[in-house]
């Protein structure tokens, strides 16, 4: 599946941040990305970045698709 540049550049970057603080605890933090969005700057950017795609990509549709589903795709 084809994401946004500016979606897949939010993905890196919290990629990069995952990859940098490898422990347990924050490997649990990043399987719940939405609940975690209001704590973390990276990861509701990361969220609204998401939000913005479904809105562009399905419109007036409802999706099954969640954040945490196109951040796993991506990894």
């Known amino acids: 599946m084809l994401y946004w540049d500016d979606l897949i550049l939010r993905f890196k970057r919290l990629k990069y941040q995952l990859n940098r603080l490898k422990t347990q605890k924050w ?3 990043y ?11 990276t990861f509701k950017r990361f969220c609204d970045e998401c939000e913005e795609y479904f809105g562009w990509r399905y419109r007036d549709e409802v999706t099954d698709e969640t954040i945490q589903e196109i951040f796993d795709n991506l990894c």
Do not use: A, P, R, W
């Open 27 to 29: 490997g649990d933090k």
């Open 31 to 41: 399987s719940q990305i939405e609940l975690n969005k209001n704590k973390y700057i």
